[in-house]
C-alpha cells in the first residue's frame, strides 16, 4: 500500500492523546511523520512488529480522582495507585504536577504512584488547563478545599463533552456553598464560607459522578 497522509482541518485538540497514539505506532514499529499538528503521513510498507513486551497503563484520567483523594484525606498512610507513573505517556499524567502545585506531596515510580496530604488547606492555584482538560475537573473539587479562589482557564471543551462540564460543576459545586463564576472557557470556585449537603446531579456523565 502507498503512504496514508492525514490533514487536519483546523486547530487539533487533544493534543496529548494523538501523543498516545504517535508513541504506541512508534512502539509496534511504524513510524508516522508529522508536519506539527496539521499533517500526518504513514509511511508506505508499514507493518506492524511485535515490541515484545509492553505494560498496558492503567488510564490516568480515571487515576486524577484518587491522586485527589491522597491530596484531601488526613491519613498515616498514603494512597498508592498502580498503573500510571512517571514511565506514562499519557498527557493527563500531568495532573500529578497541578495537585502538588496545590500542596499534594506525590512520589512517583516508573508505573505507580503515592499520595499524601501536605498542604492544608490546599493551595489556591490559577492553571491553564488545556493540557489535561479531562482530568482538571479534578482540580475543580479540590479547589473546595483551598485557602481561596482557584481559576481554571483555556477548558472550552468542557462545554463540548457529555454534558456542559463548565454549567454542570458550576452548578453541583455552588449546590454546597461554594461561589463558582464561569465564561466561556474558564471557571472559578471560591471554597464555601459553610458547606452544605447536597444531592448532585451527575448529567449521566461519567466525569460528574467520579468528581
Known amino acids: ?105 506525590v512520589s512517583l515510580e516508573a508505573n505507580a504512584l503515592e499520595v499524601q496530604r501536605g498542604a492544608w488547606p490546599l493551595n489556591a492555584i490559577t492553571l491553564d488547563c488545556n493540557h489535561i482538560p479531562d482530568a482538571a475537573m479534578t482540580l475543580a473539587v479540590m479547589a473546595l478545599y483551598a485557602d481561596g479562589p482557584s481559576t481554571l482557564t483555556n477548558i472550552a471543551s468542557w462545554r463540548v463533552k457529555e454534558t456542559d462540564r463548565i454549567a454542570a460543576m458550576a452548578c453541583e459545586l455552588r449546590k454546597l456553598g461554594a461561589k463558582v463564576d464561569e465564561g466561556a472557557d474558564w471557571i472559578r470556585i471560591t471554597p464555601p464560607a459553610q458547606w452544605q449537603a447536597a444531592a448532585i446531579h451527575t448529567y449521566d456523565d461519567h466525569r460528574v459522578a467520579m468528581c
Open 1 to 105: 500500500a502507498g503512504a496514508i497522509t492525514i490533514e487536519v482541518d483546523g486547530e487539533l485538540i487533544s493534543k496529548p492523546y494523538i501523543e498516545i497514539t504517535l508513541a504506541l505506532l512508534a512502539r509496534f514499529g511504524i513510524a508516522v511523520q508529522r508536519d506539527g499538528w496539521q499533517r500526518f503521513v504513514i509511511p508506505a510498507g508499514s507493518r506492524y512488529q511485535s515490541p515484545s513486551d509492553i505494560h498496558v497503563e492503567g488510564d490516568a484520567s480515571s487515576a486524577s480522582y484518587f491522586i485527589a483523594l491522597g491530596a484531601i484525606a488526613a491519613t498515616a498512610q498514603p494512597v498508592r495507585i498502580s498503573g500510571v507513573g512517571s514511565a506514562s505517556i499519557q498527557g493527563d499524567i500531568r495532573f500529578v504536577e497541578a495537585a502538588e502545585a496545590m500542596g499534594a506531596v
